[in-house]
T-cell receptor, first 116, second 111 residues
Framework: DAGVIQSPRHEVTEMGQEVTLRCKPI?????LFWYRQTMMRGLELLIY????????DSGMPEDRFSAKMPNASFSTLKIQPSEPRDSAVYFC??????????????FGEGSWLTVV | GQNIDQPTEMTATEGAIVQINCTYQ??????LFWYQQHAGEAPTFLSYNVLDGLEEKGRFSSFLSRSKGYSYRLLKELQMKDSASYLCAYARGSTLGRLYFGRGTQLTVWP
């Protein structure tokens, strides 16, 4: 079974441009999470979805960030306009509804974003 | 902050034993995770403790004390390939993927 798939793996963009990161969770997983990792702040949750519905977006840093999950197999994280401080690795993760063991949370390979 | 703390860096030599500590403060605690992360890669799951005590698996073990808000990851017979960042994280509530991470402990194993 394929794992969590993210694209692009690497993106370099200019300040002010729109950035769209994509994620395909593992089939059958009801929860999808977007995390951001920086040297200064470590790994932080931005937003998560349950059955395609956003549950908690309190980690989204500001209005420039938005996330959608139009169906069970696809989610996007959009930054518009991007700023240099948005440079980070963005991870998508998913887990099934009946997660009772910690070994059921799966991370994608990450999208490395550099805003210049 | 996320109320979880771990040392920034540790070093050790091959064959040695190292203990990476993690302290946290939260309500609604639902388990303590350890992840390993190599540079440029995604975190990979190592262990999950929800009850107090020590869980051992080969060269590795993880300990949890809920009353003290304390966990550690113990690595024995260290190998060069154990060099990585070790992240502890706790879960709150019933959503296990909703994790609060420490900033990671960068472990360097020297020959």
């Amino acid at each position: 079974d394929a794992g969590v798939i993210q694209s692009p793996r690497h993106e370099v963009t200019e300040m002010g441009q729109e950035v769209t990161l994509r994620c395909k969770p593992i089939s059958g997983h009801d929860y999808l999470f977007w995390y951001r990792q920086t040297m200064m702040r470590g790994l932080e949750l931005l937003i998560y979805f349950n059955n395609n519905v956003p549950i908690d977006d309190s980690g989204m840093p500001e209005d420039r960030f938005s996330a959608k999950m139009p169906n069970a197999s696809f989610s996007t994280l959009k930054i518009q306009p991007s700023e240099p401080r948005d440079s980070a690795v963005y991870f998508c993760a998913s887990n099934p509804r009946d997660a009772s063991s910690g070994n059921t949370i799966y991370f994608g390979e990450g999208s490395w974003l550099t805003v210049v | 902050g996320q109320n979880i703390d771990q040392p920034t860096e540790m070093t050790a030599t091959e064959g040695a034993i190292v203990q990476i500590n993690c302290t946290y403060q939260t309500s609604g605690f639902n388990g303590l995770f350890w992840y390993q992360q190599h540079a440029g890669e995604a975190p990979t799951f190592l262990s999950y403790n929800v009850l107090d005590g020590l869980e051992e698996k080969g060269r590795f073990s993880s300990f949890l004390s809920r009353s003290k808000g304390y966990s550690y990851r113990l690595l024995k017979e260290l190998q060069m390939k154990d060099s990585a960042s070790y992240l502890c994280a706790y879960a709150r509530g019933s959503t296990l993927g909703r994790l609060y991470f420490g900033r990671g402990t960068q472990l360097t194993v020297w020959p």
